[in-house]
């Protein structure tokens, strides 16, 4: 069935500093692959979303490049703040089933 | 826009009792809502889906008569929790779709239950 993979956490970076969090998925047919965010005391937010192979998904500072070759869609910032303390969840929607399947979550703690 | 809200935010109840968490969509009209249940350093598991005026779809492994879920209205959705355990002890969180999107979902801040 459809799951998604992600680098377990959590993740301290200095402020400024360069992002990866790893995400890889299985899946049937065609997905679509999304990042969430989920800060302090809120529900998830939709971060960045890409529908279709080499789609590049970008917000706020953030990219994800859907990558069909390697069944991975990491998440990438140049240059984090303390704003961007948060958990990170990556999904997929789609391929077998309609149905949101999410990662596990990387927590994200920058400091100044 | 596409603000969901969770009622309450916080629960304490006692085992043997039921409880209900109610969710909202505040500005948008949701024709489908999913409840989730997430476990310390775990994924969101999806628990089932409800369409407003029909009865929800769970997903398999999830009790439908202890976990009662209701979608009366456009905007609202409430889980029952019945006859609560302590392994019912969780972070419960609802998401709403509206008509526009086939995938996109809102969240509500999530419902921690605590079963003494």
């Known amino acids: 069935g459809n799951s998604v993979t992600q680098m377990e956490g959590p993740v301290t970076l200095s402020e400024e500093a360069f992002l990866t969090i790893n995400c890889t998925y299985t899946?049937?047919?065609?997905?679509?692959l999304f990042w969430y965010v989920q800060y302090p005391g809120e529900g998830l937010q939709l971060l960045l979303k890409?529908?279709?192979?080499?789609d590049k998904g970008s917000n706020k500072g953030f990219e994800a490049t859907y990558r069909k070759e390697t069944t991975s869609f990491h998440l990438e910032k140049g240059s984090v703040q303390v704003s961007d303390s948060a958990v990170y969840f990556c999904a997929l929607y789609g391929g077998a089933t309609n149905k949101l399947i999410f990662g596990t979550g990387t927590l994200l703690a920058v400091q100044p | 826009g596409a603000v969901v809200s969770q009622h309450p935010s916080r629960v304490i109840c006692k085992s043997g009792t039921s409880v209900k968490i109610e969710c909202r969509s505040l500005d948008f009209q949701a024709t489908t809502m999913f409840w989730y249940r997430q476990f310390p350093k775990k994924s969101l598991m999806l628990m089932a889906t409800?369409?407003?005026?029909?009865?929800?779809?769970?997903e398999q492994g999830v009790e439908k008569d202890k976990f009662l879920i209701n979608h009366a209205s456009l905007t609202l959705s409430t889980l029952t929790v019945t006859s609560a355990h302590p392994e019912d002890s969780s972070f419960y969180i609802c998401?709403?779709?509206?008509?526009?999107?086939?995938?996109?979902?809102?969240f509500g801040p999530g419902t921690r239950l605590t079963v003494t």
């Open positions: 409800s369409n407003e005026g029909s009865k929800a779809t769970y």
């Open positions: 899946a049937t047919g065609y997905p679509s």
């Open positions: 890409a529908t279709k192979a080499d």
């Open positions: 998401s709403a779709k509206g008509t526009l999107s086939s995938y996109e979902q809102y």
